[in-house]
């Protein structure tokens, strides 16, 4: 996850968002990501929760260029 620039969380319940903090604390334990939380009304799978739109740099490319 060290690449992880930007994530986007969308939640259909604004009551989690203490969890999903909780989650990205412990996966991003160290230079944390940028990220926005959004609450919706529906996702594309009925049964979920929450949904995440990450955005990734490779470092190696970027160094190669």
């Given at each position: 996850f060290a690449d992880v620039v930007k994530i986007t969380f969308y939640l259909t319940d604004i009551r989690?968002?203490?969890?999903?903090?909780e989650a990205r604390k412990e996966i991003f334990a160290g230079a944390r990501p940028s990220s926005t939380l959004v609450e919706v009304?529906?996702?594309?799978?009925?049964?979920?929760?929450?949904?995440?739109?990450?955005?990734a740099i490779s470092r190696s490319v970027a160094a190669a260029e």
């Open positions: 989690h968002k203490s969890r999903v903090w009304v529906h996702l594309v799978d009925p049964d979920a929760l929450v949904e995440i739109d990450a955005i």
